[in-house]
Antibody, heavy 120, light 110 residues
Framework: EVQLLESGGALIQPGGSLRLSCASS????????MTWVRQGPGKGLEWVSS????????YYADSVKGRFSISRDNYKSTVYLQMNSLRAEDTALYYC?????????????WGKGTTVTVSS | QSPLTQPHSVSGSPGQSVTISCTGT?????????VSWYQQHPGEAPKLIIY???KRPSGVPDRFSGSKSGNTASLTISGLQADDEADYSC??????????FGGGTKLTVL
């Protein structure tokens, strides 16, 4: 069974840093692009960042570019999201997602999410 | 990148059909046939139900169908069932690996 398990969410002060992790199992991790999607309280889904299977190519939404960094460890089947200079508007449930095999734009498996709250 | 525009809510009775629209621009919906739809029940993670504008992943009933015309994509749910009550979000490529979602539509089954 394919599983994604996020961790690392916390209550953090503005300007602080946090690293989210997503441990994966049940599929050939190194062949799949992975994406972080977030959902603010009462808001819609927002694409945050994607990384290809090798980790060589990374992509970011304008809202997080320069502050967030996505990476992966294919030996540990884990993808990370390093979040720096956090702002109140980064408060959200962060989902780790796996891409549909062979596709760049569709996420067919989602984790349950980890909550990040940015507040003083 | 601005979110795609979806109606805040739609409703329908069991057995009826409803259509949810998703309007973007020529830089996203209108420019690419990479539109997807996600269903999200309260407290749960989203589930992919449509990709490539009109394709359904394995296990998704054919009551769910997708289409696109110009800058607007649409999701139609026919034969409404109580379990279809959920939030539905569209998503489109915006060039390269960039993705843009809609604000989400709450479907109420009366």
């Amino acid at each position: 069974e394919v599983q994604l398990l996020e961790s690392g969410g916390a209550l953090i002060q503005p300007g602080g840093s946090l690293r989210l992790s997503c441990a994966s199992s049940g599929f050939t991790f190194k062949t799949r692009s992975m994406t972080w999607v977030r959902q603010g309280p009462g808001k819609g889904l927002e694409w945050v960042s994607s990384i290809d299977g090798s980790g060589d190519s990374t992509y970011y939404a304008d809202s997080v570019k320069g502050r967030f960094s996505i990476s992966r460890d294919n030996y540990k089947s884990t993808v990370y999201l390093q979040m720096n200079s956090l702002r109140a508007e980064d408060t959200a449930l962060y989902y780790c997602t796996k891409h549909l095999p062979g596709y760049k734009y569709y996420m067919d498996v989602w984790g349950k999410g980890t909550t990040v709250t940015v507040s003083s | 990148q601005s979110p795609l525009t979806q109606p805040h809510s739609v409703s329908g009775s069991p057995g009826q059909s409803v259509t949810i629209s998703c309007t973007g621009t020529s830089s996203d919906v209108g420019g690419y046939n990479y539109v997807s739809w996600y269903q999200q029940h309260p407290g749960e993670a989203p589930k992919l139900i449509i990709y490539d504008v009109h394709k359904r992943p394995s296990g998704v009933p054919d009551r769910f169908s997708g289409s696109k015309s110009g800058n607007t994509a649409s999701l139609t749910i026919s034969g409404l069932q109580a379990d279809d009550e959920a939030d539905y979000s569209c998503c489109s490529s915006a060039g390269g690996y960039m993705l843009v979602f809609g604000g989400g539509t709450k479907l109420t089954v009366l």
